[in-house]
């Protein structure tokens, strides 16, 4: 079942990059990111409601759900959908999975589980990683500088999804099943995402294309809940830690894609950034290739 829930992960994640990609555009990303967990919280909770598996919650479980709400169902991928404007979807997954480091860092933080001295050579490996895979577009567009602002909103995406990771950790030593906590969630992050466009004014508005429909009903369906529940069911079963790994093969799929739909073109430096983005995060989790057999992981 693990085995189930981790590929499941990599192949829906990794390919909602793309349809997010194809979100942006015409409505604005505010709009797109509720349309997407309204419709995922209605049917998220209708599921659970109707298979009559929603627990028994608290006060505080609900105060927790509404801050996962935000951090994992709503301002992370305003965070993503903005980044998305000037990123392609292939280097936004490659930063996404940067997520490993945020959870060793964050679980040290909140739950006391000391990172290994191996987080911080990763971290570094993965910094080097991503200037690499980052330079040639930066260089190209080195008088705009909204790329720069961009990678921010992507990190700050990628932060927020680790901090909603933490709370799912406490729901699940709480006993707290993934899907109860993931309706409500959803719930509260449609709910805040609608509070936003009150209070920001942001118009609703509709893109008819089936381009723009059917990636909306991909990423709310599966992306969302299929993809959420089978990724914190696994992290319900191996940690946050190990279960954000799956966030290390994200960029494979999805910068295969990419180069496909949307031109992304491979450079010695991209080639090089990446096999160190991927070699560092399998470092956090102490993960050894053939050539790293005799290597000892520092603790």
């Known amino acids: 079942m693990t085995q189930f829930l981790y ?15 194809w979100q942006l555009g015409e409505v604005d990303v505010l709009v797109s990111v509720f349309y997407r967990f309204a419709l995922a919280a209605t049917l998220m909770l209708s599921l659970v409601l109707i298979s009559g598996r929603m627990q028994v919650t608290n006060k505080q479980d609900h105060g927790f759900m509404v801050l996962q709400g935000m951090c994992l169902f709503s301002l992370n991928f305003v965070c993503f959908y903005t980044a998305g404007l000037a990123i392609s979807s292939g280097l936004l ?3 996404f999975s940067s997520s490993t480091l945020f959870n060793a860092l964050n679980n040290s933080l909140f739950w006391k589980e000391k990172p290994s001295r191996s987080v911080f050579g990763a971290g570094l490996l993965g910094i080097i990683g991503l200037s690499l895979m980052f330079w040639p577009e930066l260089a190209k567009d080195a008088d705009k500088g909204i790329d720069l602002g961009s990678i921010g909103f992507a990190f700050l995406g990628t932060f927020l999804f680790s901090l909603g990771n933490m709370i799912s ?3 699940h030593k709480k006993g707290l099943k993934p899907l109860t906590g993931s309706a409500y969630a959803m719930v509260y992050g449609a709910i805040f995402l609608a509070a936003l466009l009150v209070i920001t004014g942001t118009p609703l508005a509709w893109d008819p294309r089936p381009q723009y429909v059917g990636s909306l009903f991909y990423l709310a369906i599966i992306g969302t809940v299929a993809g959420f529940t089978a990724y914190l069911s696994l992290i319900g079963r191996i940690g946050a830690n190990k279960a954000a790994y799956a966030t290390v093969m994200f ?25 160190l983005v991927l070699l560092g995060n399998g470092l956090i989790l102490g993960i050894k290739l053939p050539f790293m057999a005799s290597v000892k992981t520092p603790t």
Request: proline fraction near 2%; hydrophobic fraction near 60%; glycine fraction near 6%.
């Open 7 to 21: 590929l499941s992960t990599v192949l829906i994640w990794g390919t909602t990059w793309i349809a997010i990609h």
């Open 93 to 95: 997954s490659v930063i």
């Open 169 to 171: 950790v406490r729901h």
């Open 251 to 275: 960029p494979v799929v999805a910068l295969a894609l990419s180069t496909v739909f949307e031109g992304y073109v491979w450079s010695l430096s991209s080639v090089a950034g990446l096999v």
